[in-house]
């Protein structure tokens, strides 16, 4: 069955880093593009990265671009969030999804097909 699983999330200061991995199984990860969605208490999930099937394109929101940086690895079906200066509203339930091999211009939740159980990023002021 689909798995995807998030590790890495846990408290931080403000101004420091995490990385956020996420392991995929049960699907052929190569042809998926790979998002990270984020979900704070009381907000509705946002989009915060998306990288393609094939590595040569991505996508970042505003608030997040130039402090966060998503890659993979395809031969260990793998994508990782790379997050630095790190703010308190930053804090969230991090989500990793799987979708079509193309990020959209604006990656949405509904446009993708498989996601994780979420890990927590809590940053401290």
């Known amino acids: 069955q689909v798995q995807l699983v998030e590790s890495g999330g846990g408290l931080v200061q403000a101004g420091g880093s995490l990385r956020l991995s996420c392991a995929a199984s049960?699907?052929?990860?190569?042809?998926?593009?790979m998002g990270w969605f984020r979900q704070a208490p009381g907000k509705e999930r946002e989009g915060v990265s998306c990288?393609?099937?094939?590595?040569?394109?991505?996508y970042y929101p505003d608030d997040v671009k130039g402090r966060f940086t998503i890659s993979r690895d395809n031969a260990k079906s793998t994508v990782y969030l790379q997050m630095s200066s790190l703010k308190p509203e930053d804090t969230a339930v991090y989500y990793c999804?799987?979708?079509?091999?193309?990020?959209?211009?604006?990656?949405?939740?509904?446009?993708?097909?498989?996601w994780g159980q979420g890990t927590q990023v809590t940053v401290s002021s």
């Open positions: 990288i393609s099937h094939s590595n040569d394109s991505t």
């Open positions: 999804a799987a979708g079509p091999p193309a990020c959209p211009l604006v990656p949405t939740a509904a446009w993708y097909d498989y």
């Open positions: 049960g699907f052929t990860f190569e042809y998926y593009a």
